[in-house]
Antibody, heavy 120, light 108 residues
């Protein structure tokens, strides 16, 4: 069974960079059958897709965040990462990493989520 | 960007009753790319249905999905206590994934 686990600082100062890593176990991140994605959810609100990365390193981002986001993949460590620049309080949310099946493009496995608070 | 609008916002029902949740898209959605998720408080979403009507592994057959074009429905035939949660629809189109705002299913 695939497992995903987010890790990174739970508190980030305004204007700084949010950095999170997702470690995948129980399966290879190099599988060509999947994309690897980040999604966030502010408290009490809905889900917002941030972006995705393929095993080749190719990426797609939500246009609303594209200027501030970088997602990368490290196949040697079975990990992928998120960097979000110039954060504000509006970026405070639970951040999830998830696997995307590349035929039907649904999110089949999710991490438990990690709360990131932007505050001075 | 395709906007998904879910209704009702909150549905109050009793165990054993039938639940019908709606997801309406601002543009036509490919039937391959419409999914439903269940989220309980403090947990990550769980995939229920993909490609409109296909149940994910381990999902009970009381959950079913239907629809096409811009109108989609998730039906829970007989509610169990563990079904009370928030439900989201999700689509993929034009290199962008979007989610509905969610429908909360609460115990009456």
């Amino acid at each position: 069974q695939v497992q995903l686990q987010e890790s990174g600082p739970g508190l980030v100062k305004p204007s700084q960079t949010l950095s999170l890593t997702c470690t995948v176990s129980g399966g290879s991140i190099s599988s060509g059958s999947y994309y690897w994605s980040w999604i966030r959810q502010p408290a009490g609100k809905g889900l917002e897709w941030i972006g995705r990365v393929y095993t080749s390193g190719s990426t797609n981002y939500n246009p609303s965040l594209k200027s501030r986001v970088t997602i990368s993949i490290d196949t040697s460590k079975n990990q992928f990462s998120l960097r979000l620049n110039s954060v504000t309080a509006a970026d405070t949310a639970v951040y999830y990493c998830a696997r995307v099946y590349n035929v039907f493009l649904f999110f089949d496995w999710w991490g438990q989520g990690t709360l990131v608070t932007v505050s001075s | 960007e395709i906007v998904l609008t879910q209704s009702p916002g909150t549905l109050s029902l009793s165990p054993g009753e039938r639940a019908t949740l709606s997801c309406r898209a601002s543009q036509s959605v490919s039937s391959n790319y419409l999914a439903w998720y269940q989220q309980k408080f403090g947990q990550a979403p769980r995939l229920l249905i993909y490609a409109v009507s296909n149940r994910a592994t381990g999902i009970p057959d009381r959950f079913s999905g239907s629809g096409s074009g811009t109108d989609f429905t998730l039906t829970i035939s007989r509610l169990e206590p563990e079904d009370f949660a928030v439900y989201y629809c999700q689509q993929y189109g034009s290199s962008l994934y979007t989610f509905g705002q969610g429908s909360k299913l609460e115990i009456k």
